[in-house]
């Protein structure tokens, strides 16, 4: 009997449009009533997705359509965020690989197209946006044909049918020329290219966990394919872990995943996604649940290593508990390790310092989220520099970690992009130029010369550069990086920024704090443009005296001061800074604070 369900994920580069084509796919499986607003990026439901204009979370929805549920996977297109994308992959059958028919692959679309087919998962390719004026579709097909033939397809995959079209405007088509009318040839491709899942409906239920939800009142949801049987409420099942241990439990609930919403289910059959509420407080990804105590473990597809690490500690500042609700140690400890729950490339380690914890992961950008997601959680915390993780081979030899950066600009700019890397130890690997005016760089960098290369890039083209890198290999060490040569202004009081004070210090250098701002001794205030760091008394106030001219303080003015993102903050410290994240501020300090303290440190260092 054949099984009338379809499990795919939708894979793609960053802002290729991915969830847009999701949108349209809800759109077209009824999901929308005639007289209900319909949502844009709809599958982006964390506000720091929506804010960011990028998926983060893999989520999953389902559409019916003529007989057939199609299970739908939405997967975040950036670097940091692949192993996202990882994890789903034992949970389809098939990808939608989708393309910019301006832009063609990318670096993500590499890496992820990899992990695809390394699964024996058949692709469906579609070359979107081909509304656009500098669109070119049928050379974008021809790169997608090479990525196939670099990445090793087999021949069944080489043969993957192509659409094209717009996400957007809802349409999609055989050839780029065809009409342009609805979604209903690539919902048809899918039924006819994505396999059926390979699942025995007459053998005993199991399922491989590849997805954790929660649920307010049965607590933790295993989310996963059915392999095998069906499972309903009321069912003893056996949870497998990964170290081999095995705990009994009786389903509790299950859950289907359709249009935006996750509803009760009456169970599911083999082939089908479902969410498992057993009551089990801490099952994992990569467990198996399974309905005897002898069924095997399920293999778990294989994750890439952390590359970056920081160090998150407890706020010990001058202002700490003024804003947030969790400030203690432990507090923090239980977040983050609640992180690691659910996002498998995250490693949470403690460290000999009370208080002190280090986080692994992907690269900046992920821990960058995660700090964000806890300051808006109510967490007050201290975050470092992010540093690389080393390694060593077996003739002792440092070796880090590299990434191959891919740079796309308007020409007028490839010079001082070109220089910026080779100070950052970047090297050459490929240049190309379109008819467009614009630049395609290849190059080979030390992760540690990734690390603030982003916002440096943006001054450099005005905001024109795109960039994006992938995880290369580990390599012989680049030698010294040196990616900030500016010092800094620091307070040497306490107490709050006056316009005179500021005024002053404005001839110093760029301030990053405005009147009225609450300081702190050891604060980061401004930026000297000098290597050396700077003490400054932001926060002294005008003697008054009988000689003032009448309404001269009220015209005096400021430049804006320099705001850092969280993103920014944590690039730009150095290893003896610090970023405190609180629900309402960001500010940057040193790790010492006082400066008589500094002061011996620094001199004891030299010695």
Known sequence: MSLKVRNLAIIAHVDHGKTTLVDQLLQAGGTYRDNQATQERAMDSMDLEREKGITIKAKNTAILWEGYTINIVDTPGHADFGAE??????????VLLVVDATGGPQAQTRFVLRKALQEGLKPIVVVNKIDRPLSTPEKVHDQVLELFLDLDATEDQFEAPFLYGSARDGYFMDTPDGERKDCVPLIDKIIEYIPEPEAKEDAPFSMLVSNIDWDDYVGRVAIGKVLGGSIKKGDNVWLIRKDGSKVRSKVGKTFSYSGLDTQDSEGCGAGGIVGVAAGIENIDIGDTLAESEDAEQLPFVAIDPPTVQMQFSINDGPFAGKDGKHVTSRAIRERLMKETKTNISIEVEDTETSGVFTVS????????VLVETMRREGYELLVSRPTVIYRRDEDGQLHEPFETLYVEAPDEYTQGILKALSARKGILEHMDVEASGRSLIQARIPTRGLIGFETELVNLTSGHGIMSHLFAEYGPHAGEIVTRI???LVSMDTGVATT?????????????????????VGMLVGENPRANDLPVNPVKEKHLDNMRSAGKDKTSKLAPPLRFSLERAIEYIEQDELVEATPNNIRLRKRILDPNVRKRMEKAAKA
């Open 361 to 368: 992961a992907r690269g900046a950008m992920q821990i960058a």
């Open 85 to 94: 994308v990882e994890r789903v992959m034992k949970m389809v059958d098939g």
């Open 500 to 520: 005179y004070s500021l005024q002053l210090l404005e001839a110093r250098g760029k301030l990053f704090a405005a009147a009225g701002d609450q300081i702190y």
């Open 486 to 488: 500016t010092g800094t």
